[in-house]
Protein backbone atom coordinates (compact mmCIF):
# COMPACT_ATOMS: atom_id res chain seq x y z
CA UNK A 1 0.00 0.00 0.00
CA UNK A 2 1.55 3.29 -0.98
CA UNK A 3 1.20 6.01 1.38
CA UNK A 4 -0.88 8.83 0.81
CA UNK A 5 -1.06 12.38 1.79
CA UNK A 6 -4.69 14.76 1.77
CA UNK A 7 -3.43 17.84 0.96
CA UNK A 8 -6.12 20.49 2.17
CA UNK A 9 -4.40 24.13 1.69
CA UNK A 10 -4.37 25.45 -1.37
CA UNK A 11 -6.27 26.85 -4.58
CA UNK A 12 -7.81 25.56 -8.13
CA UNK A 13 -8.06 28.43 -10.49
CA UNK A 14 -9.14 27.17 -14.06
CA UNK A 15 -8.52 28.83 -17.17
CA UNK A 16 -10.19 29.15 -20.03
CA UNK A 17 -7.97 27.87 -23.30
CA UNK A 18 -7.09 24.26 -21.63
CA UNK A 19 -4.89 21.97 -24.20
CA UNK A 20 -6.68 19.29 -25.72
CA UNK A 21 -5.41 16.27 -25.85
CA UNK A 22 -4.43 16.31 -29.43
CA UNK A 23 -0.69 16.50 -30.35
CA UNK A 24 1.11 18.09 -33.02
CA UNK A 25 4.51 18.15 -34.11
CA UNK A 26 6.48 21.25 -34.97
CA UNK A 27 7.32 20.64 -38.90
CA UNK A 28 9.62 24.02 -39.19
CA UNK A 29 12.45 25.06 -37.12
CA UNK A 30 13.83 28.75 -37.98
CA UNK A 31 15.96 28.88 -35.18
CA UNK A 32 16.84 27.30 -31.76
CA UNK A 33 18.79 28.47 -28.25
CA UNK A 34 20.22 27.72 -24.90
CA UNK A 35 19.78 30.34 -22.47
CA UNK A 36 21.83 30.31 -19.78
CA UNK A 37 19.52 32.30 -17.48
CA UNK A 38 17.18 29.09 -17.52
CA UNK A 39 20.05 27.39 -15.30
CA UNK A 40 19.73 29.49 -11.71
CA UNK A 41 23.32 29.70 -10.09
CA UNK A 42 25.07 28.78 -13.30
CA UNK A 43 27.70 31.18 -14.54
CA UNK A 44 28.51 30.34 -18.09
CA UNK A 45 31.61 29.66 -19.99
CA UNK A 46 31.25 29.38 -23.82
CA UNK A 47 32.67 26.49 -25.05
CA UNK A 48 31.57 27.15 -28.68
CA UNK A 49 31.98 29.60 -32.03
CA UNK A 50 30.06 31.21 -33.99
CA UNK A 51 29.75 29.49 -37.38
CA UNK A 52 30.93 26.24 -35.72
CA UNK A 53 28.64 23.25 -36.45
CA UNK A 54 27.33 21.52 -33.96
CA UNK A 55 25.35 18.10 -33.04
CA UNK A 56 23.01 16.69 -30.90
CA UNK A 57 24.71 16.64 -27.73
CA UNK A 58 27.51 19.03 -28.23
CA UNK A 59 28.60 21.48 -24.94
CA UNK A 60 27.71 24.96 -26.04
CA UNK A 61 29.01 26.27 -22.21
CA UNK A 62 30.07 24.95 -18.82
CA UNK A 63 29.63 25.70 -15.49
CA UNK A 64 32.64 28.29 -14.90
CA UNK A 65 32.32 27.28 -11.12
CA UNK A 66 32.64 23.60 -11.66
CA UNK A 67 33.33 23.20 -14.94
CA UNK A 68 31.83 19.61 -14.92
CA UNK A 69 28.31 20.54 -15.33
CA UNK A 70 28.04 21.08 -19.07
CA UNK A 71 24.75 22.37 -21.01
CA UNK A 72 24.33 20.88 -24.44
CA UNK A 73 22.69 21.92 -27.93
CA UNK A 74 19.12 20.16 -28.21
CA UNK A 75 19.36 20.30 -31.91
CA UNK A 76 22.18 19.81 -34.50
CA UNK A 77 23.00 22.67 -36.80
CA UNK A 78 25.34 25.95 -36.87
CA UNK A 79 26.12 28.42 -34.36
CA UNK A 80 24.59 31.57 -35.58
CA UNK A 81 24.73 33.69 -32.84
CA UNK A 82 26.76 33.97 -29.26
CA UNK A 83 24.41 37.19 -28.18
CA UNK A 84 25.64 39.07 -25.34
CA UNK A 85 23.74 41.79 -22.93
CA UNK A 86 25.60 44.51 -20.67
CA UNK A 87 29.01 44.01 -19.15
CA UNK A 88 29.19 40.61 -21.93
CA UNK A 89 26.53 38.62 -19.73
CA UNK A 90 25.92 35.46 -22.85
CA UNK A 91 21.80 36.22 -23.15
CA UNK A 92 22.05 32.88 -25.62
CA UNK A 93 23.54 30.72 -28.01
CA UNK A 94 21.38 30.23 -31.06
CA UNK A 95 21.30 27.84 -33.84
CA UNK A 96 19.95 27.47 -37.00
CA UNK A 97 18.49 24.07 -37.39
CA UNK A 98 19.68 21.30 -39.45
CA UNK A 99 17.43 19.74 -41.74
CA UNK A 100 18.36 16.02 -40.70
CA UNK A 101 19.82 16.18 -37.13
CA UNK A 102 22.98 14.34 -36.29
CA UNK A 103 23.57 13.12 -32.75
CA UNK A 104 26.52 12.61 -30.79
CA UNK A 105 26.60 9.38 -28.75
CA UNK A 106 27.58 8.34 -25.50
CA UNK A 107 28.69 5.00 -24.14
CA UNK A 108 25.46 3.66 -21.59
CA UNK A 109 26.25 0.04 -22.12
CA UNK A 110 25.18 -1.61 -18.93
CA UNK A 111 24.19 1.28 -16.97
CA UNK A 112 21.39 -0.80 -15.24
CA UNK A 113 25.07 -1.53 -13.00
CA UNK A 114 26.19 2.19 -12.75
CA UNK A 115 27.78 2.82 -9.87
CA UNK A 116 26.30 6.45 -8.73
CA UNK A 117 29.65 8.20 -9.64
CA UNK A 118 29.45 6.61 -13.14
CA UNK A 119 25.73 7.40 -13.75
CA UNK A 120 26.46 11.01 -12.36
CA UNK A 121 29.43 10.76 -14.52
CA UNK A 122 27.16 10.20 -17.47
CA UNK A 123 24.89 12.69 -16.87
CA UNK A 124 27.24 15.44 -16.24
CA UNK A 125 28.98 14.09 -19.97
CA UNK A 126 25.73 14.16 -21.78
CA UNK A 127 23.75 17.61 -20.37
CA UNK A 128 21.18 15.97 -18.30
CA UNK A 129 22.67 16.94 -15.03
CA UNK A 130 22.17 20.73 -15.29
CA UNK A 131 18.65 19.67 -15.75
CA UNK A 132 18.97 18.19 -11.94
CA UNK A 133 17.80 21.37 -9.17
CA UNK A 134 18.95 21.01 -5.68
CA UNK A 135 17.01 22.55 -2.13
CA UNK A 136 18.16 24.21 -1.01
CA UNK A 137 18.71 27.86 -3.01
CA UNK A 138 16.47 26.06 -6.14
CA UNK A 139 19.60 26.18 -8.53
CA UNK A 140 21.11 23.97 -10.47
CA UNK A 141 22.86 20.84 -8.53
CA UNK A 142 26.53 20.79 -7.86
CA UNK A 143 27.80 17.35 -8.66
CA UNK A 144 30.17 17.30 -5.54
CA UNK A 145 27.22 17.30 -3.34
CA UNK A 146 25.74 13.97 -2.16
CA UNK A 147 21.90 14.56 -1.64
CA UNK A 148 20.02 12.44 0.63
CA UNK A 149 17.74 11.94 -1.65
CA UNK A 150 16.10 12.76 -5.35
CA UNK A 151 12.53 14.33 -6.18
CA UNK A 152 10.44 13.70 -8.74
CA UNK A 153 7.01 14.65 -9.01
CA UNK A 154 4.87 13.36 -11.76
CA UNK A 155 2.25 15.93 -11.89
CA UNK A 156 0.88 19.61 -11.61
CA UNK A 157 -1.63 21.18 -10.33
CA UNK A 158 -0.77 24.85 -11.69
CA UNK A 159 -3.22 26.54 -13.65
CA UNK A 160 -3.02 25.67 -17.88
CA UNK A 161 -0.49 22.65 -16.85
CA UNK A 162 0.45 19.97 -19.51
CA UNK A 163 -0.96 16.84 -18.09
CA UNK A 164 1.67 14.49 -17.60
CA UNK A 165 -0.37 11.66 -17.69
CA UNK A 166 -1.09 12.71 -21.61
CA UNK A 167 2.48 13.83 -22.31
CA UNK A 168 4.69 10.65 -20.85
CA UNK A 169 1.61 8.35 -23.49
CA UNK A 170 3.76 6.16 -25.56
CA UNK A 171 6.95 7.19 -23.45
CA UNK A 172 6.43 5.19 -20.38
CA UNK A 173 9.70 3.09 -20.52
CA UNK A 174 12.25 5.69 -21.20
CA UNK A 175 10.55 7.50 -18.19
CA UNK A 176 10.54 4.38 -15.79
CA UNK A 177 14.09 3.61 -17.11
CA UNK A 178 15.22 7.96 -16.33
CA UNK A 179 13.87 6.96 -12.38
CA UNK A 180 16.12 3.68 -12.31
CA UNK A 181 18.66 5.82 -13.72
CA UNK A 182 18.44 8.69 -10.63
CA UNK A 183 17.73 5.87 -8.60
CA UNK A 184 21.40 4.81 -8.68
CA UNK A 185 22.11 7.45 -7.56
CA UNK A 186 20.66 8.11 -4.27
CA UNK A 187 17.08 7.04 -2.64
CA UNK A 188 14.13 8.20 -4.92
CA UNK A 189 11.06 9.65 -4.37
CA UNK A 190 8.12 9.85 -6.65
CA UNK A 191 5.17 11.92 -5.95
CA UNK A 192 2.22 10.93 -8.15
CA UNK A 193 -1.82 11.89 -7.76
CA UNK A 194 -4.52 9.20 -7.50
CA UNK A 195 -5.64 8.95 -10.97
CA UNK A 196 -2.15 7.84 -12.01
CA UNK A 197 -1.71 4.42 -9.84
CA UNK A 198 -3.31 2.56 -12.44
CA UNK A 199 -1.35 4.25 -15.39
CA UNK A 200 1.69 2.90 -17.40
CA UNK A 201 4.10 4.89 -15.03
CA UNK A 202 4.16 2.35 -12.56
CA UNK A 203 5.25 0.10 -10.94
CA UNK A 204 8.91 0.86 -10.93
CA UNK A 205 10.52 -0.69 -8.00
CA UNK A 206 13.34 1.37 -7.33
CA UNK A 207 11.47 4.37 -6.76
CA UNK A 208 9.77 4.71 -3.24
CA UNK A 209 6.09 6.39 -4.37
CA UNK A 210 3.75 8.93 -2.99
CA UNK A 211 0.21 9.88 -3.17
CA UNK A 212 -0.55 13.76 -2.95
CA UNK A 213 -4.20 14.61 -2.97
CA UNK A 214 -5.91 18.10 -2.86
CA UNK A 215 -5.13 21.17 -4.66
CA UNK A 216 -2.59 23.37 -5.59
CA UNK A 217 0.28 23.20 -5.22
CA UNK A 218 -0.22 19.97 -4.43
CA UNK A 219 2.39 19.04 -7.35
CA UNK A 220 5.02 21.04 -6.23
CA UNK A 221 7.89 19.55 -5.55
CA UNK A 222 8.42 21.16 -2.76
CA UNK A 223 5.30 20.57 -0.70
CA UNK A 224 5.99 16.81 -1.32
CA UNK A 225 9.74 16.96 0.15
CA UNK A 226 7.98 19.08 3.30
CA UNK A 227 5.63 15.81 3.71
CA UNK A 228 8.15 13.47 3.03
CA UNK A 229 11.75 14.45 4.21
CA UNK A 230 11.76 17.99 4.75
CA UNK A 231 14.82 19.79 4.36
CA UNK A 232 17.44 20.87 7.15
CA UNK A 233 20.05 22.91 6.97
CA UNK A 234 23.32 21.31 6.02
CA UNK A 235 21.20 18.41 4.02
CA UNK A 236 20.90 18.65 0.13
CA UNK A 237 17.83 17.37 -2.12
CA UNK A 238 17.62 17.08 -5.54
CA UNK A 239 14.37 17.69 -7.93
CA UNK A 240 14.07 16.82 -11.33
CA UNK A 241 11.08 17.53 -13.82
CA UNK A 242 9.09 14.62 -15.12
CA UNK A 243 9.78 15.84 -18.45
CA UNK A 244 13.46 15.93 -18.12
CA UNK A 245 13.33 11.97 -17.08
CA UNK A 246 12.18 10.88 -20.41
CA UNK A 247 15.23 12.85 -22.14
CA UNK A 248 17.23 10.35 -18.97
CA UNK A 249 15.42 7.58 -20.62
CA UNK A 250 16.10 8.51 -23.73
CA UNK A 251 19.61 8.95 -23.52
CA UNK A 252 19.97 5.30 -21.78
CA UNK A 253 18.24 3.55 -24.28
CA UNK A 254 19.56 5.31 -27.12
CA UNK A 255 23.03 6.55 -25.91
CA UNK A 256 21.87 10.20 -27.93
CA UNK A 257 21.08 13.04 -26.35
CA UNK A 258 17.09 14.12 -27.20
CA UNK A 259 15.55 17.17 -25.86
CA UNK A 260 12.30 16.95 -27.52
CA UNK A 261 9.23 17.55 -25.24
CA UNK A 262 5.71 17.76 -25.29
CA UNK A 263 4.83 21.19 -24.34
CA UNK A 264 0.88 22.53 -23.87
CA UNK A 265 0.19 25.64 -26.00
CA UNK A 266 -2.91 26.93 -24.24
CA UNK A 267 -4.58 29.97 -23.02
CA UNK A 268 -7.45 31.63 -24.01
CA UNK A 269 -5.95 34.02 -26.95
CA UNK A 270 -4.78 30.38 -28.70
CA UNK A 271 -7.10 29.25 -31.41
CA UNK A 272 -6.61 25.74 -30.53
CA UNK A 273 -5.46 24.82 -27.74
CA UNK A 274 -3.41 21.38 -27.65
CA UNK A 275 -0.60 19.67 -27.43
CA UNK A 276 2.98 20.42 -29.30
CA UNK A 277 6.21 18.61 -30.02
CA UNK A 278 9.02 20.83 -29.93
CA UNK A 279 12.42 20.80 -28.71
CA UNK A 280 13.90 22.80 -26.05
CA UNK A 281 15.03 26.55 -26.88
CA UNK A 282 12.50 26.75 -29.73
CA UNK A 283 11.83 29.81 -31.22
CA UNK A 284 8.68 31.20 -29.63
CA UNK A 285 7.47 32.73 -33.35
CA UNK A 286 7.82 29.44 -34.78
CA UNK A 287 5.23 27.71 -31.89
CA UNK A 288 3.10 30.53 -32.61
CA UNK A 289 2.88 31.10 -36.10
CA UNK A 290 -1.07 31.56 -37.02
CA UNK A 291 -2.27 30.05 -33.85
CA UNK A 292 -3.63 32.80 -32.35
CA UNK A 293 -7.03 34.55 -32.28
CA UNK A 294 -7.11 37.74 -33.95
CA UNK A 295 -7.61 40.21 -31.51
CA UNK A 296 -8.53 43.89 -31.32
CA UNK A 297 -6.76 44.05 -27.50
CA UNK A 298 -3.26 43.22 -26.28
CA UNK A 299 -1.82 39.83 -25.85
CA UNK A 300 0.91 38.48 -22.98
CA UNK A 301 2.64 35.79 -24.51
CA UNK A 302 4.07 33.67 -21.17
CA UNK A 303 6.93 31.46 -20.91
CA UNK A 304 5.62 28.46 -19.51
CA UNK A 305 2.65 28.50 -16.54
CA UNK A 306 0.60 31.73 -15.74
CA UNK A 307 1.87 31.33 -11.83
CA UNK A 308 5.13 30.55 -12.31
CA UNK A 309 6.71 31.55 -16.11
CA UNK A 310 7.48 35.10 -17.48
CA UNK A 311 6.82 37.25 -19.90
CA UNK A 312 8.13 36.64 -23.45
CA UNK A 313 7.65 38.13 -27.20
CA UNK A 314 8.04 35.95 -30.25
CA UNK A 315 11.32 36.54 -30.50
CA UNK A 316 12.02 34.71 -27.18
CA UNK A 317 12.71 31.11 -27.10
CA UNK A 318 10.84 28.25 -25.09
CA UNK A 319 12.49 28.06 -21.45
CA UNK A 320 14.30 25.15 -21.04
CA UNK A 321 12.15 23.92 -18.07
CA UNK A 322 9.38 25.41 -20.06
CA UNK A 323 6.03 22.98 -20.09
CA UNK A 324 3.66 25.28 -21.03
CA UNK A 325 3.62 28.03 -23.56
CA UNK A 326 0.33 30.37 -22.83
CA UNK A 327 -1.05 33.54 -24.31
CA UNK A 328 -3.34 35.63 -22.11
CA UNK A 329 -5.27 38.57 -22.23
CA UNK A 330 -3.16 41.53 -21.57
CA UNK A 331 -5.63 43.71 -19.58
CA UNK A 332 -2.86 46.79 -19.86
CA UNK A 333 -5.49 48.42 -22.53
CA UNK A 334 -8.52 47.50 -20.74
CA UNK A 335 -10.37 50.82 -18.93
CA UNK A 336 -12.98 50.21 -16.58
CA UNK A 337 -14.77 52.87 -14.79
CA UNK A 338 -15.76 51.54 -11.09
CA UNK A 339 -14.88 47.73 -12.37
CA UNK A 340 -13.36 46.90 -8.86
CA UNK A 341 -16.75 47.60 -7.06
CA UNK A 342 -19.47 46.22 -9.53
CA UNK A 343 -20.76 42.51 -8.89
CA UNK A 344 -19.70 40.23 -11.86
CA UNK A 345 -19.95 37.07 -13.15
CA UNK A 346 -16.82 35.97 -15.09
CA UNK A 347 -14.13 37.34 -12.26
CA UNK A 348 -12.91 35.48 -10.18
CA UNK A 349 -12.55 36.28 -6.47
CA UNK A 350 -10.88 33.79 -3.16
CA UNK A 351 -12.90 36.40 -0.96
CA UNK A 352 -17.13 36.18 -1.94
CA UNK A 353 -16.56 40.15 -3.30
CA UNK A 354 -18.15 38.33 -6.67
CA UNK A 355 -20.01 35.02 -7.11
CA UNK A 356 -17.40 32.97 -7.96
CA UNK A 357 -17.15 30.89 -4.58
CA UNK A 358 -20.97 29.70 -6.05
CA UNK A 359 -18.97 28.55 -9.40
CA UNK A 360 -16.08 26.50 -8.11
CA UNK A 361 -15.40 24.46 -11.06
CA UNK A 362 -16.22 27.17 -13.75
CA UNK A 363 -13.33 28.63 -16.24
CA UNK A 364 -12.25 31.85 -16.47
CA UNK A 365 -11.16 34.47 -19.24
CA UNK A 366 -8.63 36.27 -17.00
CA UNK A 367 -6.30 38.76 -17.89
CA UNK A 368 -2.62 39.53 -16.22
CA UNK A 369 -3.82 42.97 -14.58
CA UNK A 370 -2.52 42.82 -11.19
CA UNK A 371 -5.57 45.12 -10.09
CA UNK A 372 -3.83 47.20 -7.66
CA UNK A 373 -0.65 48.84 -6.44
CA UNK A 374 2.00 47.39 -3.93
CA UNK A 375 1.13 47.96 -0.25
CA UNK A 376 1.73 47.40 3.00
CA UNK A 377 1.23 43.79 4.07
CA UNK A 378 -1.24 42.75 6.07
CA UNK A 379 -0.59 39.65 8.29
CA UNK A 380 -4.27 38.19 7.55
CA UNK A 381 -3.10 34.66 7.04
CA UNK A 382 -4.17 34.84 3.30
CA UNK A 383 -0.91 32.87 2.82
CA UNK A 384 -1.04 30.37 5.34
CA UNK A 385 -4.66 29.32 3.78
CA UNK A 386 -3.42 28.55 0.56
CA UNK A 387 0.37 27.26 1.52
CA UNK A 388 0.34 23.68 2.62
CA UNK A 389 3.50 23.52 4.22
CA UNK A 390 4.72 23.20 7.80
CA UNK A 391 5.70 27.02 7.26
CA UNK A 392 4.67 29.99 8.67
CA UNK A 393 5.26 31.82 5.02
CA UNK A 394 4.32 36.01 6.05
CA UNK A 395 6.66 35.53 9.03
CA UNK A 396 9.26 34.13 6.47
CA UNK A 397 9.03 36.70 3.64
CA UNK A 398 9.23 39.71 6.42
CA UNK A 399 12.21 37.97 7.36
CA UNK A 400 13.40 37.97 3.86
CA UNK A 401 12.63 41.68 3.33
CA UNK A 402 14.02 42.57 6.59
CA UNK A 403 17.22 40.30 5.51
CA UNK A 404 17.25 38.42 9.03
CA UNK A 405 18.98 35.47 8.03
CA UNK A 406 18.77 34.13 11.19
CA UNK A 407 14.80 34.32 11.05
CA UNK A 408 14.74 33.27 7.26
CA UNK A 409 16.85 30.05 8.87
CA UNK A 410 14.70 29.65 11.44
CA UNK A 411 11.34 29.82 8.96
CA UNK A 412 12.71 27.28 6.78
CA UNK A 413 13.73 28.77 3.89
CA UNK A 414 16.10 26.31 2.73
CA UNK A 415 12.74 24.09 2.16
CA UNK A 416 11.48 26.36 -0.32
CA UNK A 417 11.46 27.63 -3.87
CA UNK A 418 10.21 30.49 -5.60
CA UNK A 419 7.28 28.46 -6.97
CA UNK A 420 6.01 27.30 -3.81
CA UNK A 421 4.82 30.88 -3.34
CA UNK A 422 2.44 31.17 -6.55
CA UNK A 423 -0.74 30.68 -5.19
CA UNK A 424 -0.03 32.79 -2.08
CA UNK A 425 1.37 35.52 -4.76
CA UNK A 426 -1.82 35.13 -6.12
CA UNK A 427 -4.19 35.69 -3.79
CA UNK A 428 -2.05 38.25 -2.03
CA UNK A 429 -3.71 41.55 -1.04
CA UNK A 430 -0.89 43.59 -0.76
CA UNK A 431 0.08 42.79 -4.49
CA UNK A 432 3.81 41.79 -3.30
CA UNK A 433 6.37 39.93 -5.81
CA UNK A 434 6.36 36.79 -3.44
CA UNK A 435 8.58 35.32 -6.03
CA UNK A 436 10.87 37.53 -6.68
CA UNK A 437 11.52 38.42 -3.06
CA UNK A 438 11.94 34.76 -1.73
CA UNK A 439 14.51 34.21 -5.09
CA UNK A 440 16.56 37.29 -4.10
CA UNK A 441 16.37 35.69 -0.37
CA UNK A 442 17.70 32.25 -1.66
CA UNK A 443 20.28 34.35 -3.70
CA UNK A 444 21.29 36.31 -0.73
CA UNK A 445 21.84 32.94 1.69
CA UNK A 446 23.71 31.50 -0.87
CA UNK A 447 26.39 34.18 -1.12
CA UNK A 448 26.57 34.42 2.51
CA UNK A 449 26.49 30.92 3.18
CA UNK A 450 29.44 30.08 0.03
Same mark, same amino acid.
Given at each position: ?117 ? #? ?155 ? #? ?101 ? #? ?71
Amino acid at each position: MKQSYKIKKGLDLQLEGKAAPTLDSLLFRTEVALVPDDFHGVVPRVLVKEGESVLCGTPLFADKATGRIKFVSPVSGKVTMVERGERRKVMSIRIQPDTRQAYKEFQVDGWEKFSAEE #MTGLLLESGMFGMLRQRPYDVVACPEDTPKAIFVSAFSKMPLAADFSYVVEGQEEDFKNGLRGLARIAKLYLGICPEQVNTGILPVKEADVRIFDGPNPAGNVGVQINHIDPVNKGEVVWTMAPEEVIFIGRLLRTGKVDMTRRIALAGAEVKEPRY #MEVSVGTKIADILNGQLEEAGHRQRIINGNPFVGHQDTEEGFLGAHSTELCVLPDGGDVDEAFGWILPRLNQFSTSRSYFSWLQPKKAYNLDCRIKGGERHMI #MSAEYEKVFPMDIYPSYLIKAIITGDIDRQEALGIYEVAPEDFAVAEFVCSSKLELQRIVREGLDTLRKENA
